[in-house]
């Protein structure tokens, strides 16, 4: 076994159907007097119904897409003049992004009852976007203090955003098999995600209202945050922040871009690959993936979610001239190649750039 550096992140998890009903006793345990509870205007009504019980100081029900700078100013200003001393935050990686905002500049302490799969409750990273650039930053501030995860707020959420969302929560496992800081606790969370998350989201795709599915997507995207928490990500990642910039959504970017990026790395990771095949029960870890993809019915092109082929050029030359760290080194013209394949919705055959 190679040394490694292991660091867990102190955080609390309460995990299962019904859960949600112990999100007052989980502010009462922070010390909670004074609560900002925040959702998105869809989540307005999940949230009125929770904040009955808890001690209210203030909702801010107006949390969008991509944390924009102006609007977190205007959530801060709620916390500060409701003299909030904790958030309670209800709904997907963009509501959570907003507790973050706030805690960043305030340090107040989160709950987080996630609705999706994008795993950020679990993490420390931050980001808000200003001037068309998203800033991100890690800070142990953010860091949710409780998180509750109740599947059953997650039977409403469309099979479509689910599948999508879910994976996200792949792909920060996907990337945490083969951080170049990764170490074996954190390599067996992400094979546990992977297998969690491809088991449970075709379940959901077709019975979006099925209890266990709901509840395994949830456990994977659990596991998904844990991974992204303490190691660093790749090329994937970079790739994915910067077709964000172009006005790309979220998650269905990362969906499409996954297998792509797994075949970009295929030959410069054997250890991931070799994981990722056995837990997919597939012979080639990026086509396994693709071919998921493909039954969970979401879109497999970048030229389907908005982006323009006179862009590919430009994303790959920002991708290639500050990478982050990644098993193979990342170039222009085989990151163009990976755009272009991902821009078509290629199924990723056997790896083609070999070195
Ligand atoms: P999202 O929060 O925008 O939610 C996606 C959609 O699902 C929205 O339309 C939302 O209204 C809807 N929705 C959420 N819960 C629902 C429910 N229970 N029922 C019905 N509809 C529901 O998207 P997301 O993919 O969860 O998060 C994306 C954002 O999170 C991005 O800004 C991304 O940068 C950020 N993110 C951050 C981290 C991190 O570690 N900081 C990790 C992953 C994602």
């Known amino acids: 076994m190679n040394s490694f550096i292991y660091s867990g992140l102190p955080s609390r998890v309460v995990f299962g159907a019904g859960s949600v009903r112990q999100l007052a006793a989980e502010v009462q345990r922070l010390g909670g007097k ?12 999940m949230a009125g119904t929770l904040a009955g019980d808890l001690p209210i100081a203030g909702v801010f029900d107006k949390a969008v897409m991509h944390t ?3 609007r977190v100013e205007e959530a801060r200003k709620q916390a500060k003049t409701s003299k909030a001393d904790c958030c309670v935050v209800l709904g997907g990686g963009s509501t959570i992004g907003f507790g973050k905002a706030i805690a960043l500049t305030s340090g107040l302490p989160i709950v987080a009852v996630p609705t999706t799969y994008s795993g950020s409750e679990m993490t420390t990273i931050w980001g808000i976007s200003e001037g068309g650039a998203k800033k991100t930053g890690r800070d142990p501030k953010v860091l949710p203090k409780a998180v509750i995860y109740d599947p059953e707020l997650t039977l409403g959420l469309p099979p479509a955003v689910s599948a999508a969302s879910g994976m996200n929560a792949m792909a920060h496992c996907v990337e945490a098999l083969y951080a170049h800081d990764g170490n074996p606790i954190v390599s067996l969370m992400a094979e546990e995600g992977i297998r969690a998350l491809a ?16 509840s395994d997507a ?3 995207a659990w596991l998904a945050g844990s991974t992204i928490s303490t190691t660093s990500v790749a090329l994937h990642h970079k790739l994915c922040h910067v077709l964000g910039g172009f006005g790309l959504p979220h998650a269905e970017t990362h969906a499409i871009v996954l297998p792509h990026a797994v075949r970009y790395n295929n030959d410069a990771a054997p250890e991931a690959m070799a994981r ?20 969970l019915g979401i879109p497999l092109k970048l030229a389907d979610i908005g982006m323009q082929e006179a862009d590919l050029e430009r994303a790959a030359k920002i991708a290639a001239e500050a990478p982050y760290p990644n098993p193979r080194k990342v170039e222009y013209e085989p990151v163009l190649k990976l755009l272009r394949d991902a821009y078509e919705g290629r199924r990723p ?3 083609v750039f070999v070195e």
């Open 34 to 45: 004074r609560v900002l509870l925040i959702c998105t205007p869809g989540r307005a009504e």
């Open 68 to 70: 924009p700078a102006e």
């Open 199 to 214: 088991s449970a989201l075709p379940k959901i795709v077709l019975n979006p209202k099925d209890p266990e599915a709901r």
């Open 218 to 220: 949830l456990y994977g």
């Open 276 to 295: 990722i095949r056995k837990v997919l029960g597939v012979s080639e870890a990026s086509a396994g993936i693709y071919d998921l993809e493909k039954r």
């Open 349 to 351: 055959a056997r790896p």
